[in-house]
């Protein structure tokens, strides 16, 4: 004790309550700041971190989300095009017009298609009947929780004890009606799928022109999906009109297994001999 100091009890210097430091660093930022009634029941006070990158964060998730929405309603559904290919014709080394029907006609045979007369002339209709993905539905899910998830973290730092004070965990569980949108995918996705084509080839057979309307997913399918050979062994693609085909970095790595349909060669004459 120094001198002169009167001696305290024991009992009041047990007894007296040590505070936190947490707390008095809180009691001291609080009494520094106006309006010390609102930000101490504020719970993004409790939050250490820059408030301008939360509110960042939270405004980032926010845009995002109408895409996530967009994607699952997009998914399953058509997207009607009509798309322009072309192809070197018999009068410049390539496929005579037949064989290139052949090839087309084959191709979505392949698929389960069936051939049906087209309303408007000059046109076939081909009709499939497209199936839901697994792998689809799946990857739509993880879209949603995903997207949930993320969304579940930055509330953290606004509600630290959860909707109505049911915990943390309470904001996650939103994630619970994911496996709604591969449901709401896989009732959307059994649907027809109509293809209409029509070809002509130029004058002097230089090119052949094909046209299509229908689902742009089936169109460019059977695009990449296809390769024709000529009688000269040469193999041809089709390739959009005004465009150039660059392949990827994956090659052909995950596509489908390409169909190669050869032209048929034409038919010798035979002299017809008189006696």
């Known amino acids: 004790f120094a001198p002169g100091a009167a001696a305290r009890p024991a009992a009041a210097r047990l007894c007296r309550p040590r505070s936190h430091p ?14 010390d009634d609102f930000v101490a029941t504020t719970s993004v006070y409790d939050y250490e971190g820059s408030q301008e990158a939360l509110w960042t964060s939270f405004a980032l998730f926010a845009v ?41 006609v084959a ?36 879209v949603v929780a995903g997207a949930l998830f993320a969304i579940g973290i930055v509330l953290s730092a606004f509600y630290p004890n959860g909707f109505f004070d049911l915990g943390a965990n309470s904001l996650f569980l939103p994630m619970l009606i994911s496996p709604y949108a591969g449901w709401y995918y896989w009732g959307r996705a059994f649907r027809k799928d109509i293809i209409e084509l029509s070809l002509e080839a130029d004058e002097g057979d230089k090119e052949n022109t094909m046209t ?37 970095l994956l090659g052909d790595f995950g596509r489908e297994e390409t169909l190669v349909f050869e032209a048929r060669a034409p038919a010798k004459a035979t002299e017809k001999r008189t006696a």
Do not use: C, H
């Open 22 to 35: 947490l707390q008095e660093r809180r009691r001291t930022r609080r009494a520094a700041l106006p309006g």
């Open 64 to 104: 995002s989300l109408p895409g996530v929405i967009s994607t699952v309603n997009r998914a399953g559904q058509p997207k009607y095009v009509e798309k322009y290919y072309v192809m070197p014709g018999e009068g410049n080394g390539g496929m005579d017009i037949k064989s290139t029907a052949g090839g087309i």
């Open 107 to 142: 191709w979505f045979k392949n698929k389960n298609y069936a051939m049906e007369d087209s309303p408007e002339p000059g046109k076939v209709r081909f009709v499939g009947n497209m199936q839901a993905s697994t792998s689809q539905a799946l990857f739509l899910i993880a």
């Open 212 to 248: 299509l309307l229908g689902d742009e997913t089936t169109i460019e399918s059977m695009a990449v999906g296809i390769r024709f050979k000529s009688v000269a062994g040469q193999i041809f693609q089709l390739v959009e009109k005004d465009m150039e085909v660059v392949d990827g």
